[in-house]
């Protein structure tokens, strides 16, 4: 280990201890104790390294107390151990959102996922005859069930789902899409890229607002490989607009001896008109009106894993099932257990509410929302102290995840208002005080308030969230 060089310093490092003073201290020892020998040496590094920085700058004393040192290398170890990714409250009033994870799943799938993760599995073995399977074997037959499909192949996710189709499907070839259904969903996931992407060419029909039936016709060549709908999801087209009937494109396909591919996006396997919330198109009804292959997420609301499905003709699926990229883009065995497990659930529809995180949630009953905003009103009135007004509001959430950002449920929630001085900047600080709690809390500034929609907020973890509003005792005035 070489020596430091003390005396040829000229910038006053000197003054600072050693690495191996910090080490044997009793407080060194005590984090070495803790975090063991290499991690602890290593922060010291990065302590010592920018306390000379510090001081070459002229913003820190020449000589640093070993104190003052220990305590900036235990900060560095606890924001170093720290999971990057953990637990918060989505109080953003989107249910599925994508920033967030999307959907929870039920105990049973991560039950289902704990034994995969932790245990050898059949993943892709035949238990009757000893011989290699097929790893998608444990789903498909659920999903076929569930949407009538002849058969079914699932991959990472859904942009993986419309990626693979048309990779094994169309690749060097022309697929036919309304100008009204070239969209972009959240942000990466767009459709003449991916169309780019999976080497195929992209043939536009029609306007933004109207395509018609003689549209798509007109523009079928020698060249095209496929008809394809994509679900316009987080948009919405109104007024003067036209496309044609899924029936009808689906026919006019079939004659000429094409598949008609539909991008469903989020897909549900339920009915959702049932339970009061907006109409979503299943794969049941694309398959139904004709389309030969249908794609949807796996968390979207169907309330599973990040996956995506890809439903529909057996002849087809074979094909993309067999597709070198199916490998690349297929599922590991925990989200494979997880998706069984969701997709079972489906198998017992009566008591599908109370066991799907998702559609519980989606379907939670406003007042049982504003009796959790009147239970936690007197505590984080408490927490946040004189200087910021607490109340109970009247609030609508968001479905997410390119479900139409107009289709809104109504829901209850808390506004925060810092007094009228504190307001613009004091909004930002008092969001993000909350945010640096333990389990960071997530909500959304409108109309001059930082708002918190409880509907994603169960009883269950109720007292999980008010237990850390102490952590604001800690910090004073919070805006
Ligand atoms: C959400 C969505 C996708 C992308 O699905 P991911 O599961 O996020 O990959 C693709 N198409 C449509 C229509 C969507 O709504």
């Known amino acids: 280990m070489p020596k430091p060089s003390e005396h040829t310093d000229r910038s006053g490092r000197a003054a600072l201890p050693s690495i191996?003073?910090?080490?044997?201290?009793?407080?060194?020892?005590?984090?070495?104790?803790?975090?063991?020998?290499?991690?602890?040496?290593?922060?010291?590094?990065?302590?010592?390294?920018?306390?000379r920085h510090q001081f070459a700058l002229g913003r820190a004393p020449q000589v640093q107390d070993v104190d003052v040192l220990l305590a900036a290398c235990a900060t560095k170890i606890s924001q170093q151990t720290r999971a990057s990714m953990d637990r918060v409250f989505n109080l953003s009033g989107t249910v599925l959102h994508t920033n967030l994870g999307r959907a929870l799943l039920p105990e049973s799938a991560v039950a289902a996922a704990t034994a995969a993760m932790?245990?050898?599995?059949?993943?892709?073995?035949?238990?009757?005859?000893?011989?290699?399977?097929?790893?998608?074997?444990?789903?498909?037959?659920?999903?076929?069930?569930?949407?009538g499909a002849e058969g079914a192949v699932v991959v990472n996710n859904n942009a993986a789902a419309?990626?693979?189709?048309?990779?094994?499907?169309?690749?060097?070839?022309?697929?036919?899409?309304?100008?009204?259904?070239?969209?972009?969903?959240?942000?990466?996931?767009?459709?003449?890229?991916?169309?780019?992407?999976?080497?195929?060419?992209?043939?536009?029909?029609?306007?933004?607002?109207?395509t018609h039936l003689k549209d798509y016709e007109q523009s079928i060549t020698t060249s095209t490989a496929a008809i394809m709908?994509?679900?316009?999801?987080?948009?919405?087209?109104?007024?003067?607009?036209?496309?044609?009937?899924?029936?009808?494109?689906?026919?006019?396909?079939?004659?000429?001896?094409?598949?008609?591919?539909?991008?469903?996006?989020?897909?549900?396997?339920?009915?959702?008109?049932?339970?009061?919330?907006?109409?979503?198109?299943t794969p049941r009804e694309a398959l139904?009106?004709?389309?030969?292959?249908?794609?949807?997420?796996?968390d979207k609301l169907l309330g599973g894993p990040q996956c995506g499905l890809i439903v529909g003709r057996k002849d087809l699926i074979k094909k993309i099932r067999h597709s070198p990229m199916k490998r690349a883009l297929r599922l590991d065995k925990i989200r494979l257990a997880a998706l069984a497990s969701v997709l079972?659930?489906?198998?017992?529809?009566?008591?599908?509410?109370?066991?799907?995180?998702?559609?519980?949630?989606?379907?939670?009953?406003?007042?049982?929302?504003?009796?959790?905003?009147?239970?936690?009103?007197?505590?984080?009135?408490?927490?946040?102290?004189?200087?910021?007004?607490?109340?109970i509001i009247d609030c609508a959430s968001q479905i997410g995840s390119g479900a139409l950002p107009v289709d809104i449920?109504?829901?209850?929630?808390?506004?925060?208002?810092?007094?009228?001085?504190?307001?613009?900047?004091?909004?930002?600080?008092?969001?993000?005080?909350?945010?640096?709690?333990?389990?960071?809390?997530?909500?959304?500034?409108?109309?001059?308030?930082?708002?918190f929609d409880l509907r994603c907020l169960e009883p269950a973890h109720e007292q999980a969230f008010v237990a850390q509003l102490a952590q604001f005792k800690h910090a004073h005035s919070v805006a």
């Open 20 to 51: 191996d003073r910090l080490l044997q201290s009793p407080g060194g020892m005590a984090l070495s104790e803790q975090h063991g020998h290499t991690l602890t040496r290593n922060t010291f590094r990065q302590v010592l390294a920018e306390a």
């Open 229 to 281: 709908k994509v679900h316009a999801s987080n948009y919405r087209i109104e007024g003067f607009s036209h496309c044609p009937a899924e029936s009808a494109l689906a026919e006019l396909a079939h004659r000429h001896d094409l598949p008609l591919l539909n991008d469903l996006g989020s897909g549900t396997l339920i009915d959702l008109d049932q339970f009061g919330l907006p109409h979503e198109p």
């Open 162 to 210: 419309v990626y693979l189709i048309l990779y094994a499907l169309a690749r060097r070839k022309e697929v036919i899409v309304s100008r009204g259904e070239l969209v972009e969903i959240g942000g990466s996931f767009r459709i003449p890229d991916i169309m780019a992407s999976a080497n195929c060419k992209l043939r536009e029909v029609g306007t933004t607002n109207r």
């Open 409 to 451: 449920l109504p829901s209850a929630g808390i506004a925060l208002t810092p007094h009228a001085s504190k307001r613009g900047q004091g909004l930002n600080q008092l969001a993000l005080a909350w945010r640096q709690l333990p389990r960071p809390v997530i909500g959304r500034i409108h109309a001059g308030a930082l708002v």
């Open 118 to 147: 932790q245990s050898a599995v059949n993943l892709e073995y035949d238990l009757t005859d000893g011989q290699r399977g097929e790893r998608d074997a444990h789903v498909e037959h659920l999903i076929t069930q569930l949407t």
């Open 344 to 391: 079972q659930l489906y198998t017992t529809p009566e008591k599908l509410r109370e066991h799907l995180p998702t559609l519980r949630l989606l379907t939670r009953a406003t007042q049982d929302i504003q009796a959790t905003a009147q239970r936690l009103l007197p505590s984080i009135q408490k927490a946040m102290g004189n200087k910021i007004q607490a109340a």
């Open 288 to 298: 139904l009106a004709g389309a030969d292959i249908v794609t949807f997420s796996g």
